[in-house]
């Protein structure tokens, strides 16, 4: 965590001259020298005798000019004599130019009777009977320089998968992950894109803390293929612009060459169709046929509809655009069954130009 000279003089002093007070307020920045996009920790500390049983304390949330000022988490502890509590902000540098935080803390004094009454001291603190002061913590100054136009922070971008085969109308699984330090709000992921494949995605966790003093955080979306044939799963590039080295940089992840085993749905779906032993007749007629489809298809929705991410993506994919039949439709759906939406699945069978067979 680095600060100006004078501003860390003033925290240390600050902090020794208010030791002796029943309560006070601090505040601190991650970092002063900013560029457009990027994003620093502000921490004001409310310290207070835990004697004092009718005082609380609270950050005084003010709008500045060119920054935004979110808020993140607030954190208690214990610190010697006194109670602690920690509102931690982010401050994203939305222009260039030089700036003065002054940062203020609102303390407020009320009775047992409203503590009583409201259960809470956060609740008491709003009583019509409950006194105000506003204190000042501090002023911290900002320098914003202009950015380039891309991600800030520094990122690792990783690719998890299964092993490189699958078997034919089966989905093939993988993810990818971000994680490093900086907003994670304020990247996106590269795009995919697989020739002759049906792309499934859905965003994973999302994580945002504070590690070393700063913004850390990590996200991840899940990917499902499916395809016909052998297919590349490309590798991604993500760019982004180091505030700690000043330099623009790139990472990669790795190529997955994956094998489709062809032994799987095609033997299923084209089966011979079976004899009767008396006559000869075909017992698999035109009325068989179209009463398995009705099952697999009603076992598709009984099962499925409930526990599936919307299927928006798969209108644009290979697979189910171009599918002339029930049959080629039900072979790219088939895989995930359990996944699929009434809504969608009828919107298909309604709107696309397929066959009954």
């Given at each position: 965590m680095k600060h100006s000279l004078g501003s860390l003089i003033f925290f240390l002093l600050s902090t020794l001259l208010a030791a002796a007070e029943p309560?006070?307020?601090?505040?601190?920045?991650s970092k002063e020298n900013l560029v457009v996009g990027e994003s620093a920790l502000l921490e004001v500390a409310f310290y207070k005798e835990r004697s004092l049983n009718t005082v609380a304390g609270r950050y005084v949330d003010e709008?500045?000019?060119?920054?935004?000022?979110?808020?993140f988490e607030i954190e208690k502890e214990t610190q010697g004599a006194y109670d602690v509590e920690r509102f931690i902000r982010i401050i994203r540098a939305e222009k260039p130019g030089e700036y003065r935080l002054n940062i203020r803390g609102e303390v407020r004094f009320f009775n047992e009777e409203d503590i009583i009454a409201s259960n809470n001291h956060r609740d008491a603190m709003e009583a019509p009977s409950?006194?105000?002061?506003?204190?000042?913590?501090?002023?911290?100054?900002?320098?914003?320089?202009?950015?380039?136009?891309?991600?800030?922070?520094s990122w690792q971008l990783k690719l998890e998968h299964d092993a490189p085969e699958v078997l034919n109308g089966e989905p093939y699984h993988f993810s990818l992950s971000l994680e490093g330090y900086g907003d994670i709000r304020r990247v996106d992921f590269p795009e995919l894109s697989i020739a002759d494949t049906t792309i499934f995605s859905e965003p994973g966790s999302e994580e945002r803390t504070v590690r070393d003093g700063k913004l850390w955080g990590k996200k991840q979306i899940d990917y499902a293929v499916i395809a016909q044939q052998d297919f590349v799963v490309p590798k991604l590039e993500f760019g982004f612009f180091d505030p700690l080295t000043q330099k623009m940089t790139i990472q990669t992840s790795e190529s997955v060459a994956v094998r489709v085993k062809q032994e799987a749905i095609d033997a299923l779906l084209n089966a011979p169709e079976a004899k009767a032993d008396t006559g000869g007749?075909?017992?698999?007629?035109?009325?068989?046929?179209?009463?398995?489809?009705?099952?697999?298809?009603?076992?598709?929705?009984?099962?499925?509809?409930?526990?599936?991410?919307?299927?928006?993506?798969?209108?644009?994919?290979?697979?189910?655009?171009?599918?002339?039949?029930?049959?080629?439709?039900?072979?790219?759906?088939?895989?995930?069954?359990?996944?699929?939406?009434?809504?969608?699945?009828?919107?298909?069978?309604?709107?696309?130009?397929?066959?009954?067979?």
């Open positions: 309560y006070y307020f601090t505040a601190k920045l709008p500045y000019a060119g920054l935004v000022n979110d808020a409950s006194k105000k002061v506003v204190v000042s913590a501090g002023n911290i100054a900002i320098r914003v320089n202009e950015g380039p136009d891309s991600a800030i922070g007749n075909q017992l698999w007629g035109s009325f068989e046929k179209g009463f398995l489809f009705g099952t697999a298809f009603g076992m598709m929705l009984v099962f499925g509809w409930r526990r599936l991410p919307p299927f928006k993506h798969a209108k644009t994919h290979t697979g189910i655009r171009k599918a002339t039949s029930q049959k080629a439709l039900l072979q790219a759906l088939l895989p995930w069954a359990d996944r699929v939406e009434f809504k969608d699945i009828i919107g298909m069978l309604e709107t696309q130009n397929v066959t009954k067979n």
